[in-house]
């Protein structure tokens, strides 16, 4: 059951109520919630919730009515993060875990460790003791493959995960393994189960091959009586009567699991369908339905793989798929986790000062600005970049957060650069040319999602104005056409004019801002997405510094470049410059032109381009790209 304590439980009370319940044989795990203290009684013991609710400090009982208890939804309503080395597994992010079926030498983990890092695995797999339906198969290099799976991983920055078979090797897999993982033939061995349960150590559960739903969260919740709290579920295909496949990849499961449990669960398209042209579209499935990341099989020579060479991915098919899955990423409103750039070096001290801000930045002090009120899209993109540990800072004005970066108040800025309804944000571009010491440094897109905001006790009823952004109002014409008796009230901010009609708190008053800006100002979403247009998307870019900005593209390769330039009002110029561009195959991904202000009818240019992987191409294109236009300024080599 679970027992919700009063906001202002006195601590003496707290302690009363967890003393009669141990008393009566529950183990007890407390929750602090953002708003209540939980306590979650565990135990399979009859008695009457009207005893607990008369308890003091109590303010109600909810009975748990799943037969598991620490895995459901009724016992932890927010999603479970699970923290693995620098990675975080859960939440709004997607996590990829890759790497080949076996560990088979210490130069093949090795190299796929890197391949697959490089391309935005943030977890290591690699089996050592393997479960084959054969005993003439290939069982794995045992501890010496743990060995050279953990080498591998510390050499890239990654952790690794390794399938364990039996309680026996519980030490030896705490010495090795970040993740402990689970097979699918393993997930009702109870025995193991308590074991691990009992390291206190993450676990990836993998479903068994004729295990229900059910069956897989009651073998979580063996984890999780055991002490552990940090397991993932996995799911990685059923058997049925389909023979086409290995398995039968059960996607629906990813959403009922989601309802049914906080824990977090991945997907193993590599098992689920055992074919390798089959796991990219059920990957991006997975990911669609809801999955909080992937275990997926790669290898460098699949043909002489030891096991399970026909499913493992080529690296550039994982490659592809990590491409698409970001590319999935702004529709979920979620993001690919992601690896520090740089892979761990000997520790040496920092050359410059800014190399010094930027290690300090790491380190858990990032301070960025962004304009608006808390809770804007802005701040909302800038926790997308920033996943953790980032103070942000709401200014009034674009023009104040280049100021508060370049006069050092802020490492970082977040601006809006581009809508996919309304374009480019001009006013932002021609700051980019005014502050020169102010450079790109990323980039994170969002997608939009306009709601109706109100007083919590107001209903559709009592609206009269609506509050907004301009951009927002447009955005939503459809939705407000509906109520032609609203005075629509154009506002400087959207997450603002949440905060206008909270502090005026009348019932009339209604907003339309972000679910993060309702939240913040605790007031009422009378109805979520608002917006006429759903293919609604904002990219923002981060700016810095340019010390700073040298310092980041020094340490992660640039792959995209963000160019001004203006041509001279002959035939052909612009024809030419492009031609620079061409010529070296260098992909140019945005092209726009703009009339420079005070010189009607001339024209600049706004190009945006992938920069190719040997830096000399790049460099010449730009002296030539120089020398064949009037301007030319480079807001920003970044990596996306
Ligand atoms: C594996 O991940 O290598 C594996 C054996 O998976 P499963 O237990 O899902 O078959
Ligand atoms: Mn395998």
């Not at 699949?302 to 499913?311: F, I, M, R, T, V």
Request: glycine share 8%.
């Amino acid at each position: 059951m679970i027992v919700v304590l009063d906001h202002n439980v006195r601590p003496e009370d707290k302690r009363a109520i967890v003393t009669f319940l141990e008393d009566k044989g529950f183990r007890i795990r407390e929750i602090q919630g953002e708003e209540e203290t939980i306590l979650g009684a565990v135990g399979i013991i009859p008695i009457d919730m009207r005893e607990v609710e008369l308890l003091a400090g109590v303010a109600r009982v909810i009975p748990i009515t799943k037969p598991y208890k620490l895995a459901s939804r009724e016992f932890k309503k927010t999603d479970t993060t699970i923290p693995v080395g620098p990675v975080k597994i859960g939440g709004p992010r997607i996590a990829v875990i890759a790497g080949p079926c076996a560990v088979e030498s210490r130069e093949q983990i090795k190299e796929i460790a890197a391949l697959v890092r490089d391309s935005g695995a943030v977890i290591l797999r690699g089996g050592a003791y393997k479960p084959r339906t054969s005993p003439y198969a290939f069982q794995g290099l045992g501890e010496k493959g743990l060995k050279y799976l953990k080498e591998a991983g510390e050499a890239n920055g990654m952790p690794v995960i390794s399938e364990i078979v039996t309680p026996e090797h519980a030490g030896m897999f705490a010495e090795y393994a970040d993740i402990l993982q689970i097979g699918a033939r393993n997930m009702q061995n109870f025995e193991l189960l308590k074991t691990i349960g009992a390291l206190h150590k993450p676990v990836l559960l993998k479903r068994g091959p004729a295990a229900t739903i059910q069956d897989l969260l009651m073998s979580a919740e063996y984890l999780l009586a055991h002490g552990t709290e940090t397991v993932m579920l996995c799911e990685r295909g059923i058997r049925t009567f389909e023979t086409y496949t290995r398995n039968t990849l059960d996607i629906s499961a990813i959403p009922v699991v989601k309802k049914l449990s906080h824990l977090p669960i991945l997907v193993d398209p590599s098992h689920g369908t055992g074919i390798r042209a089959k796991v990219l579209p059920m990957a991006l499935a997975a990911v669609a339905a809801g999955a909080d990341g992937l275990i997926v099989e790669v290898h460098t020579n699949p043909e002489h793989a030891l096991s399970d060479g026909p499913q493992s991915l080529y690296p550039e098919q994982f490659e592809k798929l990590m491409r698409d899955i970001q590319a999935l990423t702004p529709v979920l409103n979620k993001e690919l986790a992601r690896l520090p750039e740089e892979r761990p070096q000997p520790p040496s001290r920092p050359a410059s000062a800014a190399a010094a801000a930027a290690v300090a930045a790491e380190r858990g002090t990032i301070k960025a600005a962004f304009q608006g009120e808390p809770g804007a899209f802005s701040e909302n993109a800038l926790a997308r970049y920033f996943p953790e540990r980032t103070q942000s800072i709401p200014l009034r004005e674009f023009r104040d957060v280049f100021e508060a970066v370049l006069t050092g108040k802020s490492h970082y800025g977040i601006i809006p650069i581009e809508n996919t309804l309304t374009g480019s944000i001009h006013q932002n571009y021609d700051l980019l040319l005014q502050y020169p010491d102010v450079r790109i440094v990323g980039e994170q897109t969002i997608r939009i999602i306009h709601n109706l905001i109100t007083l919590p006790e107001a209903e559709l009823g009592d609206i009269m104005r609506v509050y907004s952004h301009p951009q927002g109002l447009s955005q939503c014409a459809r939705y407000l056409d509906g109520y032609p008796q609203w005075e629509k009230i154009p506002f400087y901010d959207t997450a603002g004019s949440i905060a206008h009609i909270a502090r005026e708190g009348k019932k009339e008053n209604a907003g339309i801002a972000s679910l993060d800006a309702a939240r913040v100002h605790k007031m009422k979403v009378l109805k979520e997405g608002i917006e006429t247009d759903s293919r609604n998307y904002t990219r923002f870019v981060i700016i810095a510094r340019e010390e700073l900005a040298r310092a980041e593209s020094r340490r992660g390769r640039p792959n995209k470049a963000s160019l001004v330039f203006s041509t001279s009002n002959t035939p052909g110029s612009l024809f030419q410059a492009l031609q620079v561009l061409a010529e070296r195959k260098i992909n140019m991904v945005k092209l726009e032109s703009r009339p420079i202000a005070g010189k009607p009818w001339e024209e600049m240019f706004y190009v945006d381009v992938d920069i190719p992987p040997e830096a000399t191409v790049f460099r010449t294109a730009l002296e030539q790209l120089s020398a064949c236009t009037e301007t030319l300024r480079t807001l920003g080599l970044y990596s996306v």
